[in-house]
């Protein structure tokens, strides 16, 4: 398990309706918020990639970036995941939603220290109701035939997988690192907690 890569997946492929404009492209300090995350990643796994779906891998932010394109229609997130699971099917997968203004290299860090050699996912347990938090966890290699099974059956939800499976828990270094902006008022509330 040590000796395995890790890549990280920073998810860029939602169509942000609640915020009314992309989210991967608000400002944080003078670059886009895609494009700190991804800075952030590279300084924690051997390699990032930007999930995307077909129709925004052209666009001029998205494709600044390695991409990894959404082979599946209508799975959200799910998609991006099995994505990238099936094109580097063996290295360990960093998966991380780029609406997350306030997450760390804290935290990035211990989430990769603490990676689980025998449990398929790793994840840190949300400080708002203390289910895992899909979208900054590890998924480990050769778990796709396990997150297929639950596709298969009908359940895409990321967290859901994660309740349902062996799933290495842990706390969150900082309780608010993973708080997500899906509306202005979010992000507005993140910046104001900030200062």
Not at 50 to 75: G, H, M
């Amino acid at each position: 398990m040590a000796d395995r890569p890790v890549f990280g997946l920073v998810l860029a492929g939602g169509k942000s309706r609640r915020m009314g404009h992309d989210k991967a492209s608000l400002e944080r300090d003078g670059q886009s918020q895609l494009a700190y995350m991804v800075g952030l990643l590279e300084g924690c796994v051997d390699k990032v990639f930007v999930s995307t779906s077909c129709e925004q891998q052209d666009d001029e932010l998205r494709k600044q970036f390695e991409q990894i394109v959404d082979q599946y229609d209508n799975l959200g997130p799910v998609a991006g995941i099995l994505s990238a699971l099936k094109e580097h099917p063996d290295v360990d997968w960093l998966v991380v939603a780029c609406d997350l203004p306030n997450i760390d290299e804290q935290t990035i860090r211990h989430l990769l220290q603490q990676r689980s050699g025998e449990q398929p996912f790793t994840a840190y347990i949300s400080s708002h109701d203390d289910l895992p938090e899909p979208l900054c966890a590890l998924y480990h290699s050769g778990c796709t035939g396990i997150i297929e099974q639950f596709v298969d059956d009908g359940v895409n939800c990321p967290r859901k997988i994660l309740i349902r499976s062996e799933t290495r828990l842990l706390q969150q270094p900082d309780p608010r690192s993973l708080d997500n902006v899906n509306t202005p008022d979010d992000l507005q509330d993140s910046i104001l907690q900030a200062t």
